[in-house]
């Protein structure tokens, strides 16, 4: 079965825009995990659905905001944007056993 | 306030020897933890898990080791070969009433010398 679709891939924003990242995860799976990539942080911990509804949040601003559609599709946005949110976002989903599928990421370059 | 912490952020080995890969954790409350392996351009996948309640967990190649008493968990990795060469993530997972929540660590890239 398909894997955990990210998009877009890429992209590149100026500093005070708006970002919005999409993810589709695996069929069947209804939690989805966004997390933060950065070189020396390693996996940062954004927020994680279930259901349309947001379990968990990690200790970013209120900048950032995610989403979880019936179809268990997530987005997540960033808003006035700044140099430092430029990371690469993956999107992980699972089914219940906790074992994270991530999808390949979207890589943020704020300018 | 890092709870998943992997101080070497590298380690180069050669092909043939034994990769060690260290993890600390500071949290006695998570159940499980767990290793990925990442590959640029790609996301990280999953590679092997050990239960909190377990020393050791052995899959192939792949043996990850628990020391509760210490904190520690290492990822041993026996031949290791150029194809291991990643970044490998150290994870734990505390399971709560209506969900978990999985916490990384910084990760360590691996580098196998052929």
């Given at each position: 079965k398909a894997g955990v679709t990210q998009t877009p891939r890429y992209l590149i924003k100026t500093r005070g825009q708006q970002v919005t990242l999409s993810c589709s995860p695996i069929s069947g799976h209804r939690s989805v995990s966004w997390y933060q990539q950065t070189p020396g942080q390693g996996l940062q911990f954004l927020f994680e659905y279930f259901s349309e509804t947001q379990r968990n949040k990690g200790n970013f601003p209120g900048r950032f905001s995610g989403r979880q559609f019936s179809n268990s599709r997530s987005e997540m946005n960033v808003s006035t944007?700044?140099?430092?949110?430029?990371a690469l976002y993956l999107c992980a989903s699972t089914?219940?056993?906790?074992?994270l599928f991530f999808g390949e990421g979207s890589r943020l370059t704020v300018l | 306030d890092q709870q998943v912490k992997q101080n070497s952020p590298s380690l180069s080995v050669q092909e043939g020897r034994i990769s060690i890969l260290n993890c600390d954790y500071?949290?006695?409350?998570?159940?499980y933890f767990l290793w990925y392996k990442k590959y640029p351009a790609e996301g990280p996948t999953f590679l092997i898990s050990i239960s909190s309640i377990k020393d050791k967990n052995e899959d192939g190649r792949f043996t990850v080791f628990l020391n509760k008493s210490a904190k520690h968990l290492s990822l041993h990795i026996v031949?290791?070969?150029?194809?291991?060469s990643a970044v490998y993530f150290c994870a734990a997972l505390r399971s709560f009433t209506g969900g978990f929540k999985t916490i990384f660590g910084a990760g360590t890239r691996l580098f196998v010398k052929a």
């Open positions: 944007l700044e140099l430092g949110d430029s089914y219940s056993t906790g074992e | 500071t949290n006695s409350m998570f159940d031949p290791s070969q150029p194809g291991d």
